[in-house]
Structure formats: structure tokens, C-alpha cells
């Protein structure tokens, strides 16, 4: 059986809002290593790969493979059940029909208990190897999420260059062009502001400004993003959760003109 | 317009 305790509901809360607009139906896999999620959207063009650490709850008990075949949106509702501090318990047998959310308030005596029916998904999955990006910009995630917003209101999609100069974001639309340049900056008093750029070679590619907006719903989880490029594969695009946990989007470039 | 990949073209399944 599978019984994982999260000392605050924020996280999982957080996690399924920032992916249900991409993706719908999903399996959450546990095993005695975590849980995890890999799923992609209806186009095939962006995948979420979510992976929460044993050591991201306390306690943690997964006997044997458990797949969680779970509606997102029948999540959602629960989990807006849950207040943000709530210790969140989830249970399920090990051929399970539901999985049992429980909400423990840690300041008063509550207890809330809902079941959610779960799904036969039959999900594909995609082997993503270990991959040594040509370019890695670590930056503020809040930063990430206003240039892909400023960016969206002139064009649909964005170039990202890296070089040794730093990172450009630019577009081209109907009404004009707009582009933001960012260059490494450390920030001792303010670590969260740092921008670092590993480089190994020049990278360019475009991608779909409404896929990365999408992504940046899950700026709220983590102070800082990695975003990660190599010419020809797909970007990933990382926010670091505590205790090794992590939530990965990846996206097709877009190719041609 | 660019066209969008499909993330199969480079990832295969397991």
C-alpha cells in the first residue's frame, strides 16, 4: 500500500495547478523512490515530468508499483479542499479503485477525508536521456515569467540565443519587435537575483511563447528557474522542488521559417 | 510560421 505524508498541502496543490492547463489525464507512479509523473500534451509538443522524492514526505511507505491514474481537474477540486498548511496524507491499497486524500489542519482539530475515483491511463512514455545541454541559464523564475508575458503580447513565439555575451529573448510580430538581454549577474545580498549562463557553445532556438507561459505557472514553486538548451532537442525547462524533487517541462523547438 | 516538432521525433518510447 502507499501512504506519503506532506507536511503542507501547498506542494502538491502548487504542482497540480501549475500542470493541469497541459496536461489532463495522468498517472502518478509510485514506487519506494517517490512519486512520479510523465505526461504530455494532447500535441505531443510539451512534456511534464515530475518527480517527488521519498524524502519529500514524512513518513513515506510504497510496498510495491502503484500507477495512480488521476483527472487533474477531479484533483483540482479536491485539493481547493486543502488549505495551503494542511498536513496532507494520500493512501491507496495496492490494486487501488481510489486514492484517499486527507487534510489535517495543524492548528485546530479538523480533519477532511475525500476519495477520488481513479482511471485506466494508458500513457506513453518517452525515454529522456541524461542530457549535457550546450547552454544553461539559471535565473529568478518570476523574471522568466514577465519576459515570456511581455514577450507573448507582440508574438507567438520567442528566440532564445545564448552566447558568451549572455541570454536573448527576442520576437517578431505584427506590430513590432521587442527583445530583452540578460547577462550574468551575481548578487550577493540578494542570491535569488543571480542569472548565471553555463555555456559550452553558442545555442539558438524558437520556441512557442503560449507552452512557455504555460510552463512559468509553476513560478511559485521555486525562486529560480533552469532552462536548458542545446541546438536541435528540446528545451527543459526545470524548477527545483526541496529534497531533490524536481518539476521538468520539456519542448520541441520549432524548425523552419 | 515555424513549424512545431513533435517531442517523438527525439525522445522514443519505452
Redesign the interface.
Known amino acids: 500500500m502507499l501512504e506519503a505524508r506532506l507536511e503542507q498541502a501547498e506542494l502538491l496543490k502548487k504542482v497540480v495547478d501549475a500542470i493541469k492547463d497541459l496536461v489532463q489525464d495522468c498517472n502518478f507512479d509510485c514506487n519506494d523512490s517517490g512519486v512520479a509523473l510523465q505526461a504530455?500534451d494532447n500535441?505531443?509538443?510539451?512534456?511534464v515530468s515530475m518527480m517527488l522524492k521519498s524524502e519529500a514526505f514524512s513518513p513515506f511507505r510504497c510496498d510495491r508499483n502503484i500507477a495512480l491514474g488521476i483527472n487533474l481537474s477531479s484533483l483540482t477540486k479536491v485539493l481547493r479542499c486543502a488549505q495551503n498548511n494542511d498536513i496532507l496524507t494520500v493512501k491507496a491499497e495496492d490494486a487501488p479503485d481510489v486514492v484517499n486524500l486527507m487534510f489535517e489542519s495543524s492548528d485546530s482539530d479538523r480533519l477532511s477525508e475525500y476519495d477520488i475515483k481513479l482511471m485506466d491511463i494508458d500513457q506513453?512514455?518517452?525515454?529522456?536521456?541524461e542530457t549535457e545541454y550546450a547552454a544553461t541559464v539559471t535565473m529568478p523564475s518570476p523574471e522568466f515569467q514577465r519576459i515570456c508575458r511581455d514577450l507573448s503580447a507582440l508574438s507567438e513565439?520567442v528566440s532564445i540565443e545564448c552566447t558568451k555575451e549572455g541570454v536573448k529573448f527576442a520576437c517578431n510580430g505584427d506590430i513590432g519587435s521587442g527583445a530583452v538581454t540578460l547577462r550574468s549577474h551575481s548578487d550577493v545580498e540578494n542570491p535569488d537575483q543571480n542569472i548565471k549562463i553555463d555555456l559550452t557553445e553558442p545555442v539558438a532556438l524558437?520556441f512557442?511563447l503560449k507552452y512557455l507561459s504555460n510552463f512559468c505557472k509553476a513560478s511559485g514553486l521555486a525562486k529560480s528557474v533552469n532552462i536548458c538548451l542545446s541546438n536541435e532537442?528540446?528545451l527543459l525547462v526545470e524548477y527545483g522542488l526541496a529534497a531533490n524533487s524536481y518539476l521538468r517541462f520539456?519542448l520541441?523547438?520549432?524548425?523552419?521559417? | 510560421t515555424p513549424i512545431q516538432n513533435d517531442l517523438s521525433e527525439f525522445y522514443t518510447m519505452v
Open positions: 504530455m500535441s505531443h509538443v510539451a512534456l506513453e512514455h518517452l525515454g529522456i536521456p513565439s524558437t512557442s532537442v528540446p520539456y520541441a523547438p520549432k524548425i523552419g521559417d
